[in-house]
């Protein structure tokens, strides 16, 4: 499984006596380790043998097999020689089962964000105030996808570590043939279900105000994961206001359906895979639960989301993605009889994900991009089918714009003086 914990992903081969050195260095959780380059693992004196198991794990965790780690290393084969290797001598050497060795041959990288030339979402244009700083929304409604190629640029500037690979990593999130932007709310297709006989529920087209998220009280279940840590906050944290969450810092808010779903759990899965991402763009990530099962929390974290996750006890950000109240839909009408839902099922299985029915499942979620302070919501995503992602590329490009804007305001803020 493509845990976050970094001492499930090391398992218990040659880099786990590495523990220590990579925590005294900084490489303290996955996302941050699986980018290390040959000159970082130099830098910690890394032999041959755990450079060869870094890659090899690196890519066992990318297609959630990880439970095969120890028995690959041990082999002592490197990754291209193990890629080499036929469907019997995996099954016979290794134990594999016929379907991770079709997930393990794949160098298409299946638990990817895959984004189809098909999967359009609704272009959505905002009528009325977006947030309490109109101009976000005159900042990005304008925004031009093809421009998501140059991110690269301004990525490096506030990377403190690896700047090379990182701005490489950002450079394959340049928006896909057939994508459109959709500026600041996005939501799924609204395709008819069981023949027309079914009409999906409506969404909101307006952003929600910022005055509907400023004041939600929240409260934190988990902190943002690190080595050795301890794997859920034993104290209750007291209430908070959600502005505390982005009064330094913007802020990605992932609003979970339920943290069981296999859907749910793929989505937190890849877009905390680009943990680094966001560091370097000085952006925070946040998992917001709607329902508190201390089982669940610890079973979603920190195997699919290693950050902080915070409880939503009124349901403040589900509501607000519902234009003031919450988002549901019956599991027949919304997945049985609604082909965008079992496509997306689809998709989150072959991940290879594990899953359970515990909780409530037809409160909608969806995501907010929120700017640093009180300066109002940068984007929102709407679950409008059981199962629908933020376009990755699409969050990471809004996130890098809200840095530019403030590297700009930054510079625009300086004397003559400061310049020279």
């Known amino acids: 499984m493509a845990s976050f914990s970094v001492e499930d992903f090391v398992g218990n081969g040659v880099l786990k006596e590495l523990l220590p050195k990579l925590l ?7 996302p941050t380790l699986k980018i290390m380059n040959s000159e970082d693992m130099d830098a910690i004196n890394m032999s041959q043998h755990q450079k060869d198991a870094l890659e090899i794990r690196t890519y066992l965790h990318d297609r959630a097999l990880l439970q095969y780690g120890d028995r690959l290393e041990a082999s002592r084969k490197i990754l291209p020689e193990l890629l080499d290797l036929s469907t019997k001598d995996l099954s016979s050497q290794f134990g ?8 393990f041959t794949d160098r298409t990288n299946p638990c990817a964000d895959p984004l189809p030339k098909s999967y359009g979402l609704t272009a959505r ?4 105030t977006p947030s309490r700083n109109n101009s976000i929304y005159k900042h990005f409604a304008t925004v031009n996808s093809n ?24 450079a394959d999130f340049k928006i896909k043939d057939g ?22 529920p409506p969404v909101v087209d307006n952003v929600a105000p910022y005055s509907a998220i400023g004041n939600i009280s929240v409260q934190k279940l988990t902190p943002a994961y690190k080595i050795g840590m301890e794997r859920l906050v034993t104290s209750k944290t007291p209430p908070m206001k959600a502005s505390e969450l982005w009064r330094d810092k913007p802020a990605v808010l992932l609003c979970i359906r339920r943290p069981g779903c296999i859907m749910c759990r793929a989505e937190a899965h890849q877009l905390y895979a680009k943990k680094p991402i966001f560091d370097a763009l000085g952006v925070q990530i946040f998992a917001v639960l709607h329902e508190h099962i201390e089982s669940e929390v610890k079973d979603f974290w920190p ?6 996750v915070i409880f939503d006890r009124a349901m403040g950000f589900f509501k607000a993605l519902g234009g003031g109240k919450l988002l549901k839909d019956k599991f027949l009408s919304g997945f049985v009889f609604n082909p ?11 991940t290879g994900i594990e899953q359970n029915f515990k909780g409530e499942g037809e409160i909608k ?18 679950e409008r089918n059981f199962g629908d992602w933020a376009p990755v590329a699409e969050v990471i490009e809004i996130c890098t714009r809200l840095q530019n804007q403030e590297l700009d305001q930054g510079a625009s803020s300086k004397s003559p003086q400061e310049f020279e």
């Not at 959709?182 to 023949?195: F, L, N, Q, T």
């Open 24 to 30: 005294e260095e900084g490489w303290d959780d996955v």
């Open 96 to 103: 594999m089962k016929r379907g991770h060795i079709a997930r």
């Open 303 to 308: 195997r699919y989301w290693g950050g902080v």
């Open 340 to 350: 965008r839902a079992i496509a997306n099922y689809k998709r989150a299985k072959a």
């Open 147 to 170: 421009k998501m190629q140059n991110t690269a640029k301004s990525f490096g500037r506030s990377s403190t570590n690896n700047k090379r690979s990182l701005g490489e990593s950002l």
């Open 179 to 200: 994508y459109i932007f959709k500026g600041i709310v996005a939501a799924g297709p609204a395709e008819p279900r069981a023949c027309g006989c079914v009409q999906p």
């Open 125 to 128: 244009k905002v009528t009325g």
């Open 365 to 382: 979620g969806g995501l907010f991009i929120v700017g640093q302070g009180g300066t109002g919501i940068a984007y929102q995503f709407i």
